[in-house]
């Protein structure tokens, strides 16, 4: 059943302009944060979302935002917000609910503007990761298509993934955590879950995927050995960027090629929960090394490359949020290696959930929490 459509008040405090984009009311929450590179100004253009979990920006302007317990809002320009109807039924604990958002590439000319989401779907008591796309028309969601869910269901509440990313190809790519009980899932290579998946727009399968002559993997798999990834980009030149959960440290970020296997459990630097003991080993043959591994715990989720040129002196930098570390990590990337890291943000806005680059050039980034906001970071002037 979808959430009913009661519209939100934003916390409309200060209208400002943004050079480097478009008009929107803001609430100004930092006026300078000082980097290595150049000053930032933080401002707040929507809130009383519900633990929102992903964003899309609009080509007019307007943004997506979803929200956890099963809500898909549309924030306007001047920050008001409205739930859109005709959400399927998310089953929402834990970790699950409606989660990662993405507009199909070609969206403006008419036959492709479809809205491609993730969420968790219940069976008898149990969930799979899904991705469903629809059409947006007025404050409603049309036309809604089921493309793809994963093989197994299972236990809610934990490890669903879900970030997707969209190849110059035209392919999709589709992050599922390995959801937590059985963490073996991500080495089992006939098994959706501790992967990220290839598929086509239409959820089907392309036919040079690495695995496609093997009949003892499953088709859709890209990667194995993937505990948790909840940042995932592909960035202008191609490369494909993914930042994973590790337990109890371990947080690492990953240079994603076809068939690489990334690990885990096997390969880990992190600890058992109960334990505090080491799990796998550090290293192993025929398993990829992670690029960057976050000092202490990061939570990730979220990434984005900055390719504005407001951000000259970060060009092709990586941003990753951190939900637990509640910083945002600018990261710089040479070749298949992170080479340099910095802290952005640190505690400004709480459990960073997402980071998004617009079309306006600015960054926008959302928080995880039950009375979450929308925020937009851009130089100082």
């Known amino acids: 059943m979808h959430k009913p459509c009661n519209p939100l008040v934003a916390t409309l405090l200060l209208g400002t302009t943004l050079g480097i984009g478009s008009a929107q ?3 100004a929450i930092d006026e300078r944060i000082a980097t290595e590179h150049l000053d930032l100004k933080l401002e707040r253009l929507a809130s009383g979302l519900e633990n929102p979990w992903a964003l899309a920006m609009l080509p007019d302007g307007r943004f997506l935002v979803s929200e956890r317990p099963g809500y898909l809002t549309l924030v306007e320009e001047d920050g008001t917000t409205t739930r859109l109807e005709g959400v399927p039924e998310v089953h929402s604990r834990g970790q ?29 008591g149990n969930t ?24 197994r269901y299972s236990d809610p509440g934990r490890h669903y993934g879900s970030r997707l990313a969209w190849l110059p190809d ?12 059985n963490p073996e899932r991500a080495q089992d290579k006939d098994d959706h879950a501790g992967s990220v998946l290839r598929l086509t727009d239409t959820g089907g399968v392309p036919d040079d995927n690495p695995f496609i002559d093997d009949p003892e993997i499953i088709d859709e798999l890209y990667t194995a050995g993937n505990r948790n990834i909840q ?6 030149d191609g490369d494909i960027w993914a930042s994973e959960h590790g337990p109890r440290g371990g947080d690492e970020v990953n240079f994603i090629e076809a068939g690489e296997n990334y690990g885990w459990p096997e390969v880990s630097l992190g600890r058992d929960y109960g334990t ?12 990829r090394d992670p690029a960057h591994v976050f000092e202490g715990t990061q939570a ?14 970060w060009q092709g930098d990586l941003l990753a949020g951190g939900l637990r570390s509640q910083r945002l990590v600018r990261l710089t990337p040479e070749g298949s290696d992170i080479v340099a890291s910095e802290t952005i943000l640190d505690g400004h806005i709480g ?6 680059q617009g079309d306006d050039g600015a960054l926008y980034l959302l928080n995880d929490d039950p009375q979450g906001s929308l925020y937009r970071l851009s130089p100082a002037d």
């Open 351 to 356: 459990r960073i959930r997402d980071v998004r």
């Open 170 to 181: 035209g392919t999709l790519l589709m992050s599922i955590g390995d959801r937590g009980t």
């Open 276 to 287: 505090g003991e080491p799990i796998g080993e550090d290293s192993l043959p025929g398993m």
């Open 96 to 124: 699950g609910g409606l989660l990662d958002l993405a507009l199909h590439p070609s969206w403006g000319d008419g036959e492709h503007d479809w809205i491609y989401f993730t969420w968790s779907k219940p069976d008898n």
């Open 128 to 151: 799979a990761t899904t991705l469903s796309r629809a059409r947006l028309e007025g404050e409603s969601l049309t036309e809604v298509e089921e493309l793809f869910v994963q093989d």
């Open 231 to 236: 940042g995932m980009i592909v960035t202008a």
């Open 25 to 27: 009311a803001a609430e």
């Open 300 to 313: 990730p989720s979220g990434l984005a490359q900055v390719t504005s040129d407001a951000f000259r002196d």
